[in-house]
């Protein structure tokens, strides 16, 4: 096999991993949000409570852009990745 098409495949395996990685991380952030707003509702009747809600959800709300582009990135990746090793595989 040549080093190019091995390269796109591995470029491809990394990509699925990192879809995958993004993935369990929005779940992650999924049930921490869910987590806190358990956590904020009884908080939420007096003003100090709700204060501290709002940190807490911004706490875990800060990461959803990170993992937003993570998983973007591993879609091009395994899209890159993927059509490189196809058209290496005409080629040879």
């Given at each position: 096999?040549?080093?190019?098409?091995?390269?796109?495949?591995?470029?491809?395996?990394?990509?699925?991993?990192?879809?995958?990685?993004?993935?369990?991380?929005?779940n992650?952030?999924?049930?921490?949000?869910?987590?806190?707003?358990?956590?904020?509702?009884?908080?939420?009747?007096?003003?100090?409570?709700?204060k501290?809600?709002?940190?807490?959800?911004?706490?875990?709300?800060?990461?959803?852009?990170?993992?937003?582009?993570?998983?973007?990135?591993?879609?091009?990746?395994?899209i890159?990745?993927?059509?490189?090793?196809?058209?290496?595989?005409?080629?040879?």
């Amino acid at each position: 096999m040549k080093p190019k098409f091995i390269s796109a495949i591995v470029v491809m395996i990394i990509g699925i991993a990192i879809i995958f990685y993004a993935i369990h991380s929005m779940n992650r952030i999924s049930s921490a949000k869910g987590a806190v707003n358990l956590i904020s509702k009884p908080l939420s009747i007096n003003p100090y409570g709700e204060k501290a809600g709002g940190v807490l959800e911004k706490q875990v709300s800060q990461y959803d852009t990170p993992v937003r582009l993570l998983l973007i990135g591993g879609i091009l990746l395994a899209i890159i990745g993927g059509g490189a090793a196809f058209y290496l595989r005409k080629k040879h």
